[in-house]
């Protein structure tokens, strides 16, 4: 049993962030896709990017998903921008 | 779907090369002899967006999801109206303004049905396939923004009733006159 998420990040919520993606041990009490945006929005500097209010958008394993979704080991999570294709 | 499958043709590709428009609308319809309308759409690069120029755009996506969401939009088209054959085309990578980006071609027996379910897939494409825009204008790069006029476009569809333009054909109001 791993309690490790995969996270993306897309587009300008990327470059803020520095990073594509990468593998994160659930920290204790980070039980859903909204906790564990705080979380990240709390390293400072461009992960504000992140903080409430931002237009942020998430998916939980390739599906579009809101802040209550519970979060499982082994879950592919994703913030971006809202999308602008077409 | 299964339709499409026996033809061994896909519904749905991402890809970055371009896409042949006339081939992609004859197939449509190719092979059966209930097919009464085609209806489709071709999304084109503009050289001009927000009051900037435009020299090119890059079109990033989450590979993986991208395919999964145009998936079930179609799917999602197919349980509202009786759909003979679908495609969707999306390209990423950079493109330059006239280049296309996106295709999307509806078969069904009658145009109401065709036009809608052409229009339903686009709304709900611009909502909810991860793609984004980055474009390279004379002040630099930029993310494009999403319209709140995209939103409203895929909500209004949530008002329609599932499987309008069925029984109440624009073929079978004419029919009747």
Same mark, same amino acid.
């Given at each position: 049993?791993?309690?490790?998420?995969?996270?993306?990040y897309f587009a300008?919520l990327r470059?803020?962030? @520095?990073?594509?993606?990468?593998?994160?041990?659930?920290?204790?009490?980070?039980?859903?896709? @909204?906790?564990?945006?705080?979380?990240?929005? &709390?390293?400072?500097?461009?992960?504000?990017?992140?903080? &409430?209010?931002?237009?942020?958008?998430?998916?939980?394993?390739?599906?579009?998903?809101?802040?209550?979704? &519970?979060?499982? @080991?082994?879950?592919?999570? &994703?913030?971006f921008?809202?999308?602008?294709?077409? | 779907?299964?339709?499409?499958?026996?033809?061994?043709?896909?519904?749905?590709?991402?890809?970055?090369?371009?896409?042949?428009?006339?081939?992609?609308?004859?197939?449509?319809?190719?092979?059966?002899?209930?097919?009464?309308?085609?209806?489709?759409?071709? =999304?084109?690069?503009?050289?001009?967006?927000?009051?900037?120029?435009?020299?090119?755009?890059?079109?990033? !996506?989450y590979?993986?999801?991208?395919?999964?969401?145009?998936?079930?939009?179609?799917?999602?088209?197919?349980?509202? +109206?009786?759909?003979?054959?679908?495609?969707?085309? !999306?390209? !990423?990578?950079?493109?330059?303004?006239?280049?296309?980006?996106?295709?999307?071609?509806?078969?069904?027996? !009658?145009?109401?049905?065709?036009?809608?379910?052409?229009?339903?897939?686009?709304?709900?494409?611009?909502?909810?396939?991860?793609?984004?825009?980055?474009?390279?204008?004379?002040? =630099?790069?930029? +993310?494009?923004?999403?319209?709140?006029?995209?939103?409203?476009?895929?909500?209004?569809?949530?008002?329609?009733?599932?499987?309008?333009?069925?029984?109440?054909? +624009?073929?079978?109001?004419?029919?009747?006159?």
């Amino acid at each position: 049993m791993t309690s490790k998420v995969k996270i993306l990040y897309f587009a300008s919520l990327r470059e803020a962030v @520095g990073c594509a993606g990468e593998e994160l041990e659930l920290p204790a009490g980070i039980a859903t896709l @909204g906790a564990l945006r705080s979380h990240l929005a &709390a390293r400072g500097e461009g992960w504000q990017a992140l903080a &409430a209010g931002r237009n942020v958008r998430a998916a939980l394993n390739q599906k579009m998903a809101a802040a209550d979704a &519970a979060l499982d @080991g082994g879950d592919e999570v &994703a913030f971006f921008p809202p999308v602008t294709g077409g | 779907m299964v339709q499409a499958r026996a033809q061994g043709a896909a519904e749905v590709s991402v890809q970055q090369e371009d896409f042949d428009v006339g081939a992609e609308i004859a197939r449509l319809g190719e092979g059966r002899r209930d097919v009464g309308a085609v209806a489709s759409f071709v =999304g084109l690069v503009r050289d001009a967006n927000d009051g900037s120029g435009v020299r090119a755009m890059t079109l990033e !996506h989450y590979p993986g999801m991208t395919e999964r969401a145009l998936e079930e939009i179609v799917e999602q088209a197919k349980a509202r +109206w009786s759909l003979h054959a679908v495609r969707v085309i !999306h390209r !990423h990578g950079r493109l330059e303004p006239a280049d296309r980006i996106v295709f999307v071609g509806v078969a069904s027996a !009658h145009r109401g049905e065709a036009f809608a379910a052409c229009e339903f897939i686009m709304d709900y494409l611009k909502t909810q396939a991860p793609f984004w825009k980055c474009e390279e204008t004379p002040q =630099g790069a930029r +993310w494009v923004d999403a319209r709140e006029s995209d939103d409203s476009a895929a909500a209004r569809w949530e008002t329609v009733p599932a499987q309008a333009g069925q029984g109440e054909d +624009w073929d079978d109001i004419e029919r009747r006159r």
